[in-house]
């Protein structure tokens, strides 16, 4: 889920990258391909909230997530 200062059309596929704190010892962004499912209006004005499904990603590059979810 990602909170934008764009509404982004649902059913879209985007290839994105997450940005690692280096304290966690990953390496650089973990990058993957996901589609674009919801969009809903947050509470702050002009913000919405988007629910993406990751639908490509590489072995290391998952791995990198699952190693900053265990740190957290």
Known sequence: ???S????PTNRVF???LELPADIDCGPAALFGA???WTES???LEK???GF???DIAPEHAQKIRRLIDAL
Do not use: D, K, N, T
């Not at 200062?5 to 982004?8: L, S």
């Open 15 to 17: 290839q994105l990258g």
């Open 42 to 44: 947050s509470s702050e």
């Open 48 to 50: 919405y909230w988007i």
């Open 53 to 55: 499904q990751i639908i």
């Open 5 to 8: 200062p764009e509404a982004i």
């Open 35 to 37: 589609e674009s499912l």
């Open 1 to 3: 889920m990602v909170l």
